[in-house]
């Protein structure tokens, strides 16, 4: 494989545009045409600072301050309010984590955090209190991992999860995949990624040549909540993943206010449909810290997915579940 160049007149159209993410409340709320004062926003003091690719700002209803998309990535004053039972590390990550930056907590698959860096900071993220430094393998800090999959026959599957693993340029990703490439027992390589819905244009001849150097079974699992969110650019991204042999599946969170209704959560499987994509989680939020305000109660939810399976057929329709320490797998609900 010959390198490639990585100078800055040859830097990829994707780093330019999420170098250029929005990162103030206020050129937010501007390029939106929100008044400030309808919302009760916070500083940006925290290590989870506001970040949001203006192609997706784009995608938001202009003057609206209760924009389903909005909502997913705007600071807002609640997230200070300490909530009983929620917790930094609501999953107990870091008791699953046999050497640095690998999780091992089910049978035959593994997830690796890559990076800590998303292109988006949404504002329910459970690993927003996730310690990265101590627990992220830089690329020389792969090698621990590795050598635990390579010992650990039963892995077939190797998760790559992050932060947001597509962030990482394509000559990282690629120096990572050519050391699990002899890996025998591993068939399958799965992609965490929000990067194609937030960021398409990270879907590019780089990446897809990347994809196409795969000896593994390829897996991407996006995330979006909103049928908002899969635009003219989206769908078009999910068609070349599709046809480079991707097996494209989506998860999203339910979030209060963003997509507590059927209808939203029809229309979102419809959308992701007519992008060669599939619905496969419904997560019941993480009770993480700063999170409360977006939780829907399970029995709001349990409704809400039947309402969802009495309109569409079986595989439009995304298992509700949640993830419970200590359980094998996710929990249906
Ligand atoms: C969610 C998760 C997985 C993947 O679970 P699937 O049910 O296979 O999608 C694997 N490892 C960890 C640590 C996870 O949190
Ligand atoms: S992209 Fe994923 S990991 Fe990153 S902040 Fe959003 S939900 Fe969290």
Not at 14 to 35: H, N, Y
Not at 46 to 75: A, C, E, T, W, Y
Not at 174 to 183: E, F, G, N, P, V
Not at 317 to 328: S, Y
Request: aromatic share 6%; with cysteine; hydrophobic share 40%.
């Amino acid at each position: 494989m010959i390198p490639r160049i990585q100078t800055p007149e040859h830097r990829p159209v994707w780093q330019t545009l999420l170098a250029q993410a929005v990162k103030s409340t206020d050129e937010l709320l501007t390029l939106l045409q929100i008044d400030p004062a309808q919302l009760k926003t916070r500083p940006l003091t925290d290590n989870f600072p506001l970040r949001v690719p203006h192609g997706f700002v784009q995608r938001m209803n202009k003057g609206d301050s209760r924009d389903p998309l909005l909502l997913q990535v705007l600071p807002v004053q609640q997230e200070t309010v300490a909530t009983d039972g929620w917790l930094c590390d609501p999953l107990e990550e870091l008791d699953a984590m046999p050497v640095p930056g690998l999780l091992h907590k089910y049978r035959g698959r593994a997830l690796l955090t890559v990076t800590g860096a998303c292109a988006i900071h949404c504002r329910y993220c459970f690993r927003r209190h996730f310690p990265y430094a101590d627990a992220n393998p830089t690329s020389d800090h792969w090698q621990p991992s590795i050598k635990y999959i390579e010992q650990h026959p039963d892995i077939t599957e190797l998760i790559l999860s992050g932060g947001d693993p597509l962030t990482l340029t394509d000559a990282r990703l690629q120096s990572l995949t050519d050391r699990l490439a002899d890996i025998e027992h591993l068939h399958t390589l799965r992609i965490h990624t929000r990067l194609p819905i937030v960021l398409p244009e990270r879907v590019d001849a780089g990446l897809l040549a990347w994809l196409a150097s795969q000896r593994q079974k390829l897996v991407m699992v996006v995330h979006s909540n909103h049928p908002n969110e899969v635009d003219a650019a989206v769908i078009d991204a999910m068609s070349q993943l599709s046809r480079a042999g991707v097996t494209l599946l989506n998860q999203s969170v339910l979030l209060q206010g963003v997509n507590d209704t059927a209808t939203t959560l029809i229309n979102l499987s419809e959308r992701l449909f007519a992008a060669g994509v599939l619905p496969y989680y419904l997560h019941q939020l993480d009770r993480v810290q700063g999170a409360a305000h977006f939780d829907v109660d399970t029995a709001t939810a349990r409704k809400l997915i039947a309402e969802v399976s009495a309109c569409l057929p079986g595989y439009l329709v995304p298992r509700l579940v949640q993830e419970i320490p200590g359980m094998p797998g996710k929990t249906p609900l």
